[in-house]
């Protein structure tokens, strides 16, 4: 059929299917030799049946798995973990003074909130947390995060991906290619964001092939053809669509067998390709007006609201992980009143989307996760009534609820005034390590090779946070 790497004018034409394209341009050891390229770059199922390549199928972990899905609420902005989350009275007594150690020219801020024992765990939970309260027995809070560098886009592309400097993938791009998705017709990694345009960096597959990056949605606005822009094509149909796919798939195998394969352009073509398959499933998944009045209700019919609705509701259909973007917690100014109000923004609909999962035996198969980049100082950036905090990477607080989570308990701590991690002190890479434990993997085994490299989500780094798996 070739010749000179050229198609006779006979054999112009578009396959029906890219396994008929495969089947015709190459023969015997040729093919089994693309199969093992295309496995090597995970792009060929391991549930793989008659040739057919599906990236995305589910597949086994290395281990027995304690979750399913993951979501992760990524509080942006580096929320005060002295104000939320890190109970530290010797601080409020330190108000007004320098901090031993500290700048002679910054005032301690002790916490303008009231700390109280909730559940019957005993865990001490500011009072912006309204509802959150109620759960703090499913909940492990870890109050001795650190990362290197305090700057914002830096520090959440280190949560989100593991690394400062690289480009890397993003932790639900290597889920999404370790263990596949649930359902082939939604992706398996969905970043929700209410406007605004979070570093895309945060969802990225990097070098993974494009087909695991994360699908960003902008859900400020109500209704599915306003979160999705173009989620239908007005000129042509279903059919005559997966037509023009299946063209620029046999161009792009061509391309990637005869030249180079090009993980900018796999990415692009991964995503057409589950563009055209969410314009059925997805107009679905995505229409909260379809949930009862009782449950909106619960969830509280605002932004962040329909973000959490919208979270159960793909958890609901097999998607493997979702992102929920809650940001606005840069308070270099007002912490006693700008924390409360960014804190009630998220409290009730997080709280009814854990109550949710439970109520539908979600819950215990999926790990709910609340954390920033890093964290905030314990003395004042502001003098008078407009104090705030600046910047701290040496100190921050998250937590962790749900599937194979052991609930109830603070792990770690800060020094007297939470300047500095100093009790079983968590890195980024020991939270990763953590995550994918509980997803059934061993981190330093879920590997991709790279320039000549293995590469991991935790690199060569990070331990696993025993006291917190149940």
């Not at 009045?293 to 932004?303: D, L, R, V």
């Not at 929920?324 to 700008?338: E, K, L, M, Q, Y």
């Not at 996760?369 to 040496?394: C, I, K, V, Y």
């Amino acid at each position: 059929m070739w010749k000179d790497n050229y198609c006779s004018d006979t054999d112009y034409r578009v396959y029906d299917s890219r396994r008929e394209f495969l089947s015709k341009s190459s023969t015997g050891f040729g093919l089994l030799g693309l199969a093992g390229l295309l496995g090597a770059d995970g792009l060929l199922s391991t549930e793989a049946q008659g040739g057919v390549m599906s990236p995305l199928s589910p597949k086994k972990p290395h281990f027995p798995a304690k979750a399913q899905h993951v979501v992760q609420v990524f509080a942006s902005g580096a929320p005060s973990h002295v104000d939320t989350w890190d109970y530290k009275p010797e601080l409020k007594k330190r108000h007004g003074k320098p901090i031993p150690g500290g700048s002679e020219n910054r005032q301690a801020l002790g916490s303008p909130y009231k700390f109280t024992k909730r559940g019957q765990s005993g865990v001490y939970v500011s009072e912006v947390w309204e509802k959150l309260k109620d759960h703090i027995d499913d909940m492990a809070v870890i109050n001795s995060m650190f990362t290197e560098i305090p700057s914002h886009q830096v520090a959440e592309v280190m949560m989100n991906t593991g690394s400062l400097r690289l480009p890397k993938p993003s932790w639900g791009s290597w889920m999404l290619y370790g263990l596949g998705s649930l359902n082939q017709n939604l992706p398996g990694f969905v970043s929700l964001r209410a406007g605004g345009n979070p570093n895309s960096g945060n969802w990225q597959s990097a070098f993974l092939p494009g087909v695991y990056q994360g699908t960003s949605i902008n859900t400020r606005e109500a209704g599915v053809e306003k979160m999705i822009r173009n989620i239908r094509n007005p000129y042509i149909d279903l059919d005559e669509q997966r037509r023009q796919l299946d063209l620029v798939h046999m161009l792009n195998d061509l391309h990637s067998y005869r030249l180079k394969k090009d993980e900018k352009l796999e990415a692009q073509i991964a995503s057409y390709e589950m563009a055209f398959k969410m314009q059925t499933e997805a107009t679905e998944a995505f229409d909260v007006e379809k949930e009862p009045s009782n449950i909106k209700k619960m969830y509280g019919e605002t932004a962040q609201g329909r973000q959490m609705m919208l979270a159960r509701r793909l958890i609901e259909r097999g998607v493997r992980c979702v992102q929920v973007f809650a940001g606005g917690w840069d308070h270099h100014t007002g912490i006693a009143t700008n924390v409360r109000a960014r804190a009630k923004d998220i409290d009730q609909p997080l709280a009814a989307f854990m109550t949710d999962l439970k109520q539908r035996g979600l819950f215990d198969n999926t790990v709910v996760m609340w954390s920033g980049e890093f964290g905030r100082t314990p003395d004042s950036q502001n003098l008078g009534d407009n104090e705030g905090r600046d910047h701290n990477s040496q100190a921050f607080s998250m937590w962790m609820a749900g599937g194979g989570v052991k609930g109830g308990q603070n792990y770690g701590s800060t020094d007297e005034f939470g300047k500095a991690a100093v009790e079983n002190k968590v890195h980024i890479h020991d939270l990763h390590a953590t995550l994918l434990h509980l997803m059934g993997f061993n981190h330093k085994a879920l590997t991709y090779r790279y320039n000549g490299r293995d590469f991991r989500l935790t690199d060569n780094f990070g331990n696993l946070l025993k006291p917190l798996l149940a």
